[in-house]
């Protein structure tokens, strides 16, 4: 190893500092100088390693960009073409289409002109055979015709010469009848048909000849437009019945139905399904039919179908094959069996203070906002009826939607056919609306099952038939509804109730108008109902759900369907509630003393408990069984504040009653 004097020092010179010396291992040093200078190549190395790969994929990213732009300019370019061709061919396009379509409509007008005419020719052979087999049916032509030319002087009767020798005589009858047979000439005439015959007055002829009538059939069911007011269209020469459904073609070849409402001097009076926009004076009416019917049957269940039963939900439609009748009658009056069986709402407050019966009839009564639909949804799920029948008329479309997946849910949908009008549908699908769910219900109920039909709500169905009325021209009554208005509830209501198999019990919203009970609609309905359910805009303001008014509800059959028990308790529980309302003022500024009142005093001591018993959350599953075990109790405490006598608390007999019953199979 070399020593190497520290440079700066002269080593000749006498130092009195001593010399320091510093020993290197010049081989160590070139190793470690290797490992660096390699250390520097790899860091180079990896440097030119990515500055390639970078270069590279700047490459690729250049390239790829390129091909874009000119995939991008390529297409622009063919766009841009494609667009001035069919911009070329747009015209001749859209002549084809509307060539196409004149031409669908003049083959739909064919085949119906066809159609009738097919339908005219098997009726006379069906009416020809009939009358080979019974000779004797154009004697009463004979007699139509001659009483209908009484009035015309002179009368001469045309008849085949095969007919004269039994249908002369006939006419020389009805003539003498008449007193008219001296002035009554029966004549021999080739030119009428076997079976008919001709009267001639001077004022004109009657043919009653079976193609003449045929053949006037086809003219009978069309007429034209003449008029069109509001949402209205007048239609001339078109004898229809009231309720018919028609057709009016519009002149861009699209047909609107229509209901035959009224009658005036011009013609039939027709309210459209939907807007009448585009019809004018002149255009044709077809009539549809004479009866209206909807499809129904079990694949109903779980669906949300519009006023003429036909799906909206966007699912495939099912296959229905019975149709049934919306205006149909109610039962007799001595085909209604009693009703003595209660049936379980799931809502504590009705099952227990306002029990109600299979078949029976009641109304929610309410103003907006005070929780109806929440309380026809908790119905709805936990009913112990086999189906549910969910109505919902001039509802906003938001709150359709709302109300089946929030308050309906998937398990009460499962076991309901939900009917639909929002409000801004037409006034005619907002009246059918109830008349549909009724007849869905009434099919379920022919079929023994018990149904629960929900309607929300009879006052915007009342409301429907008022602006339907008024544009037909009846006269306004009471806050402007007609006459019908008054005449349709009942009947609407009449309809449900028990039968001999099977039920409906319906419950009825009405929409009281500024909270005033006296309104027209509402002070109807309470005396067509069994009974009525009040909801209070101060209950629910104060958080109480149900907001049920109990002191202004009643259930008129509560003592047909609830034992004894349970109608003391709940009488206890109503004279507390009465109790404390009469005194609300005094207690609520602490002017009340205590031991003033004894039926006081044990309202106060049970105020809590009486309200958490008649209030429930939207999710709260009570069966019938828990809520007359409930009751029962605190009927009894009840009676031990008022120091009154009560029965021993019998076991309870009541079917229990599943909160979420599965879907039928019907």
Request: aromatic content about 4%.
């Amino acid at each position: 190893m070399a020593s190497i004097i520290r440079g700066g020092v002269d080593s000749a010179q006498p130092s009195s500092q001593p010399v320091r010396a510093v020993a290197f291992d010049f081989q160590d040093m070139s190793h470690r100088a290797d490992e660096y200078v390699q250390q520097v190549r790899d860091e180079a190395a990896k440097i030119v390693q990515q500055a390639h790969a970078d270069a590279e994929q700047i490459r690729r990213n250049a390239d790829k960009a390129g091909r874009e732009t000119a995939e991008q300019a390529i297409e622009k370019v063919l766009s841009e073409m494609v667009g001035k061709q069919i911009d070329t061919l747009r015209p001749a396009l859209a002549g084809i289409v509307n060539q196409l379509d004149d031409a669908r409509n003049q083959w739909l007008d064919h085949w119906q002109q066809a159609s009738l005419a097919l339908a005219v020719k098997i009726a006379e052979r069906l009416v020809r055979r009939e009358l080979t087999a019974q000779p004797e049916i154009p004697e009463d032509w004979v007699r139509e015709a001659l009483t209908l030319a009484a009035a015309g002087g002179e009368i001469t009767v045309r008849l085949n010469p095969a007919d004269h020798a039994h249908l002369a005589p006939k006419a020389e009858e009805v003539a003498r009848d008449l007193g008219k047979l001296a002035q009554t000439r029966i004549l021999d005439d080739d030119a009428i048909k076997p079976g008919g015959c001709l009267v001639e007055t001077r004022y004109g002829a009657i043919d009653m000849q079976l193609e003449t009538q045929l053949n006037a059939t086809p003219a009978a069911l069309t007429g034209s437009v003449v008029e069109v007011v509001g949402m209205t269209a007048t239609a001339a020469d078109f004898p229809a019945p009231i309720g018919a459904l028609a057709e009016i073609y519009a002149p861009s070849g699209e047909s609107i139905e229509a209901e035959v409402v009224g009658f005036s001097d011009a013609g039939a009076v027709l309210y459209p399904l939907r807007s009448i926009a585009g019809v004018r004076r002149g255009c044709r009416v077809r009539l549809k039919r004479t009866e209206r019917r909807i499809r129904v049957g079990n694949g109903l269940l779980g669906r949300v179908v519009n006023a003429h039963a036909r799906c909206i939900d966007g699912k495939p439609h099912p296959f229905l094959t019975d149709r049934a009748p919306m205006d149909r009658d109610a039962p007799g009056p001595v085909d209604r069996p009693r009703i003595q069986q209660p049936l379980s709402t799931g809502v504590r407050s009705i099952d227990g203070m306002l029990t109600c019966g299979r078949g029976q009839r009641l109304g929610i009564f309410a103003g907006s906002g005070v929780g109806k639909s929440v309380l026809l949804g908790t119905m709805a799920r936990n009913t112990s009826a086999d189906v549910n029948v969910i109505c919902l008329v001039g509802e906003r479309g938001r709150e359709v939607n709302d109300f089946i997946e929030r308050d309906l849910g998937p398990q009460g949908l499962a076991r309901s056919v939900v009917v639909v009008a929002t409000s801004n549908e037409p006034a005619l699908m907002r009246l059918q609306a109830a008349s549909a769910a009724t007849s869905i219900a009434e099919w379920f109920r022919d079929r023994g099952k018990d149904v629960l039909l929900l309607v929300d709500s009879v006052t915007r169905t009342a409301m429907a038939n008022r602006e339907i009325g008024l544009a037909a021209g009846e006269p306004p009554t009471s806050r402007g509804y007609p006459p019908s208005t008054f005449s349709l509830l009942p009947k609407l209501v009449e309809r449900a109730g028990r039968a001999r198999q099977g039920s409906i019990t319906a419950f009825y919203s009405v929409l009281v108008e500024g909270d005033d009970e006296n309104e027209p609609i509402a002070d109807t309905m309470r005396g067509l109902l069994d009974g009525h359910v009040w909801l209070s805009r101060k209950l629910a303001g104060e958080g109480h759900y149900p907001a049920i008014d109990l002191l202004q509800s009643i259930s008129r059959l509560m003592s047909e369907v609830a034992g004894q028990r349970e109608q003391e308790s709940a009488l206890l529980v109503r004279r507390l509630l009465a109790a404390y309302r009469e005194n609300e003022d005094l207690i609520t500024i602490g002017a009340y003393r205590k031991g003033s009142n004894r039926t006081v005093d044990a309202a106060l001591a049970l105020r809590e408990e009486i309200n958490g018993f008649l209030r429930q959350t939207r999710t709260e599953e009570c069966t019938l069984e828990t809520t007359i075990q409930a009751l029962n109790a605190l009927g009894t405490k009840a009676a031990n504040a008022l120091g009154a006598p009560v029965a021993p608390i019998a076991p309870v007999t009541a079917p229990a009653v599943t909160a979420a019953a599965p879907t039928p199979t019907i």
